[in-house]
């Protein structure tokens, strides 16, 4: 379960929206406590995926370094990522599968002519074979 | 004295929760690989079919990414520090 402020809801989509057509990227900020883990903030990056940003992102490992001090100044994990697949169903490729790591979780949103749709939250299985769904629940 | 491996959050579920692993190597391809030996269930999430790193994961040394050293022939010092830090793709 990943537990999910309307407001970081709202800024995914609206970053989703803000770099359509192409794919937008960042970090989420958060805690496992108990059965769920709690979104505490976002961290927008830019799609390093200068060549095919329309059905490709990248965020480097310097960003990902940033990402990470950022949370430890807050005191939270660094406990996953955000993309968008514009005109695409908000759930992983192969693609995505084949760059991914259990534990992370993974929120897509899915964006249409320029409008949020369905945004869903994935875990890679210990076997990279597949993804779970992560159930969201948005509060706030 | 060892070479410190910095285990990223994720990864820590096949390092019994340790957050860092120490290994004695020469370089760092030998540590990647002493740490691997020792948590073989690291061992997917770290290199691909053709036993090659995956694509999206990089090493530093101290904080030097050590694509721009010598790669994993890079040699390590007594109390040198290894990060493992991916990069984060994908995609429709």
């Known amino acids: 379960m990943l537990r999910l402020n309307e407001k970081f809801a709202a800024a ?9 057509p192409h794919e937008c990227c960042g970090a989420i900020l958060g805690r496992d406590a108990g059965v769920a883990r709690e979104v505490l903030g ?9 060549d095919s940003p329309r059905n490709r992102f990248e965020i480097t490992s310097d960003d990902v370094r940033v990402a990470e001090n950022k949370a430890r100044d807050l005191g939270c994990d660094l406990v996953g990522w955000y993309h968008s697949h514009p005109e695409a169903p908000a759930r992983p490729s192969d693609f995505d599968r084949e760059h991914a790591w259990p534990w992370y979780s993974y929120i897509i949103v899915s ?8 945004m869903n939250s994935w875990r890679l299985v210990d076997d990279r ?4 769904a992560e159930p969201i629940e948005i509060i706030g | 004295m060892p070479i410190k ?4 959050t994720p990864l820590r579920a096949y390092t019994n929760k340790l957050d860092t692993v120490e290994v004695q190597a020469a370089t760092v391809g030998d540590a990647i690989s002493a740490l691997t030996t020792q948590f073989s269930d690291l061992r997917k999430h770290l290199y691909n079919d053709e036993g090659r790193l995956r694509s999206f994961v ?3 040394l101290n904080d030097e990414d050590i694509r721009f050293l010598q790669k994993d022939q890079t040699e390590v010092s007594d109390g040198d520090t290894i990060s493992i830090v991916p990069s984060i793709a994908g995609g429709r």
Do not use: F, M, Q, W
């Open chain 1, 12 to 20: 995914i989509r609206a970053h989703g929206v803000e770099t359509y």
């Open chain 1, 42 to 50: 976002l961290v927008p990056l830019a799609n390093r995926r200068d």
């Open chain 1, 129 to 132: 074979s597949r993804y779970d």
């Open chain 2, 5 to 8: 491996i910095l285990i990223p």
């Open chain 1, 111 to 118: 964006i249409e002519k320029a409008e949020p749709r369905a």
């Open chain 2, 58 to 60: 990089n090493v530093y």
